[in-house]
């Protein structure tokens, strides 16, 4: 599935969103405009236009939620909540679990792109306490 044309937009939107989010300028528009001709482009275009005053399961049922185990359908969603809470990794990822579907898969999205621009400061103390440790790592 990764190497559909759908799978393929959908990582091209993520990884955009990821670098813009990095930079301290994540803009849904600007991510669309960078995918490819597509379901995600669209979808994506679509989370540009929905305000971020939309309650999340909203906007899940609007933009999709993974249920559908497709790009168009995890990362429109994903990506509108990174955007919607840029800055805040723990605000992210609850909204993102608001909108059940794919919880895993959209949650990955989601704290991927904000925690490319937040970093591990950006995880919560309690959390990383809670970490399982990683044999040599951090």
Known sequence: ?????EGVAGAVAVATAAALSARGGLDLAAVAAATPPSAVRDGVEKAAALSFGTPPWKASDVLGNGQRIRADDTVPFALWCAARHATDLT???????????DVDTTCAITGGVVAARTGVAGVAD?????RELVPGGL
Do not use: Q
């Not at 599935?1 to 044309?5: E, L, M, N, R, S």
């Not at 309690?126 to 809670?130: K, N, P, S, T, V």
């Open 91 to 101: 605000g992210a990822l609850w909204s993102t679990a608001e909108g059940f579907g």
């Open 126 to 130: 309690d959390w990383l306490r809670r």
């Open 1 to 5: 599935t990764h190497a559909h044309p």
